[in-house]
């Protein structure tokens, strides 16, 4: 039964879907005498934790956690930050038991919630389900160990790999149904970033559902508008290099817009993240660009995850446009190799999913 009450709690955490950067998904429940009398999760950084929401749902009905199990998809946390510590309320509730999925990378936590636990008298069970708890919260794991946000390269291309025609028409090669499906993915990370060929060509507003969107436009010799579309507000940073001209980097910054400069020739990708994460929080971040775009992620070893929507029509031409550009690998051993692939079929489009890295 600890799977099935564990799979309820992560069942949970996926509810906190891109809404609770920079913290984790986390999803509790708590059972007495085989039967769930509180469950929770994690719905917002600085509210309350999946944990606490728990308790408080099973103490709403009036019930006696003590001798209870808590079934949470992360370790408990045991220090203060925005909330409290969660391993104080479960002590002081007199929960039993805690099975969790896997160990808090995060500094302050890092096994101190385990170690307060088990001191003070409750069992614990580590380890249950940790593989599917952990591919809930790639971005927060990646970060935590490399100080890099997690990256996720998304394209819609035709059979033979094109994303324009040699006119450079793209509009539209992929079905309403997988381009809705790509938009839904949006929400789900922290920032999205195009390449300078994006803007000027399609004129896009780069929109989410959830509201806020860091959208990140790539441009190494700042060639795009300061009246596109994507400057609607300030939610907005632009990456050059140092050939973009003085001139036009003021004229960015007079109007409002973030000029940042990482890289002399080309962009840095490494550094870029960096810079985001350290500047923005950004944990997760969402690559829509075109072929030159995509291919300098991949060019730097920096992609963590592809979704990549195929439609079943070949453009042609040695012209046209490519998904992935940039330098590419040398050998077959150097190129990029998906795990884990999932295929799904949403009308007559195909969706190819597949994870690059795991954290």
Not at 25 to 39: N, Q, S
Not at 69 to 77: R, S
Not at 217 to 223: A, E, Q, S, T, V
């Given at each position: 039964m600890d799977q099935e009450f564990m799979k309820k709690a992560l069942t949970f955490a996926k509810k906190g879907s891109g809404l609770t950067s920079p913290n984790p998904?986390?999803?509790?429940?708590?059972?007495?005498?085989?039967?769930?009398?509180?469950?929770g999760y994690h719905k917002k950084a600085g509210q309350d934790h999946a944990e606490i929401i728990a308790i408080k749902d099973a103490?709403?009905?009036?019930?006696?956690?003590?001798?209870?199990?808590?079934?949470?998809?992360?370790?408990?946390?045991?220090?203060?930050?925005?909330?409290?510590?969660?391993?104080?309320e479960i002590v002081r509730f007199g929960i039993k038991k805690v099975c969790f999925s896997h160990v808090d990378p995060f500094g302050k936590v890092k096994g101190k919630g385990e170690k307060f636990l088990r001191k003070n008298g409750v069992e614990v069970v580590k380890g249950l389900l940790e593989s599917e708890a952990r591919l809930l919260n790639q971005p927060f794991l990646k970060v935590n160990k490399t100080g890099l946000p997690f990256v996720t390269l998304k394209a819609g291309i035709s059979l033979d790999g094109k994303i324009a025609t040699r006119a450079g028409k793209s509009e539209w090669i992929t079905n309403?149904?997988?381009?809705?499906?790509?938009?839904?993915?949006?929400?789900?990370?922290?920032?999205?970033v195009v390449g300078a060929n994006t803007v000027v060509i399609d004129n896009p507003v780069l929109a989410c559902k959830k509201g806020r969107l860091l959208r990140v436009?790539?441009?190494?010799?700042?060639?795009?508008?300061?009246?596109?579309?994507?400057?609607?507000?300030d939610d907005v940073v632009v990456i050059t290099t140092k050939?973009?001209?003085k001139k036009k980097i003021n004229e960015f910054e007079k109007a409002g817009i973030k000029v940042v400069k990482i890289g002399s020739k080309k962009i840095d990708i490494k550094?870029?993240?960096?810079?985001?994460?350290k500047n923005y929080g950004v944990q997760s971040v969402f690559?829509?660009?075109?072929?030159?775009?995509?291919?300098?992620?991949?060019?730097?070893?920096?992609v963590d995850d592809v979704y990549f929507y195929i439609s079943p029509e070949i453009i042609g031409g040695r012209d046209a446009v490519s998904v992935v550009g940039g330098l590419g690998?040398?050998?077959?051993?150097?190129?990029?190799?998906?795990?884990?692939?999932?295929?799904?079929?949403?009308?007559d489009d195909i969706l190819i999913h597949g994870i690059v890295n795991n954290y």
């Open positions: 998904l986390v999803g509790a429940v708590i059972v007495k005498k085989g039967k769930i009398i509180g469950r103490l709403k009905n009036k019930n006696s956690l003590k001798g209870t199990t808590l079934y949470c998809t992360l370790e408990p946390c045991c220090h203060s930050g925005k909330t409290g510590p969660c391993a104080n309403s149904l997988s381009r809705s499906h790509g938009k839904e993915l949006r929400d789900k990370y922290d920032s999205i436009i790539m441009d190494g010799k700042l060639k795009i508008d300061k009246k596109s579309k994507v400057f609607r507000d050939l973009a001209a550094r870029m993240l960096k810079f985001l994460n690559v829509e660009g075109g072929g030159e775009t995509n291919g300098s992620f991949v060019d730097a070893s920096m690998a040398l050998n077959l051993k150097k190129s990029l190799k998906l795990k884990n692939v999932d295929v799904e079929m949403l009308k």
